[in-house]
């Protein structure tokens, strides 16, 4: 059974940090592109950070440039990101997803975990 399960999730104030987890099973984690996306009620999954199989390679959108950083470990088949100077607009669900930013959309996603960045 292949999964994908969320974790590190919360409320932190802004300017706070978070750090996301998403452990892995079920499938050659290094061998997949990973994905993070955020989806806020009523809007369409946001695209945030993508990662080649090997980590050497990441992605960002500009709305999380500079203050998010996404890594891997795949000899614990978990992937991270790291979140810094949070803001309020960075509230969502956050989800993990096989694939890179162009075939994530169609591949397994996590179940998520909330951030929600309050004061």
């Known amino acids: 059974e292949v999964q994908l399960v969320e974790s590190g999730g919360g409320l932190v104030q802004p300017g706070g940090a978070l750090k996301l987890s998403c452990a892995a099973s079920?499938?050659?984690?290094?061998?997949?592109?990973m994905t993070w996306v955020r989806q806020v009620p009523g809007k369409v999954p946001e695209w945030v950070s993508s990662?080649?199989?090997?980590?050497?390679?990441?992605y960002y959108a500009d709305s999380v440039k500079g203050r998010f950083t996404i890594s891997r470990d795949n000899a614990k088949s978990t992937l991270y990101l790291q979140m810094n100077s949070l803001k309020p607009e960075d509230t969502a669900l956050y989800y993990c997803a096989m694939g890179n930013r162009e075939r994530y959309r169609c591949g397994l996603w996590g179940q998520g975990t909330q951030v929600t960045v309050s004061s």
């Open positions: 079920g499938f050659p984690f290094g061998n997949y592109d």
């Open positions: 990662i080649n199989y090997d980590g050497g390679s990441t």
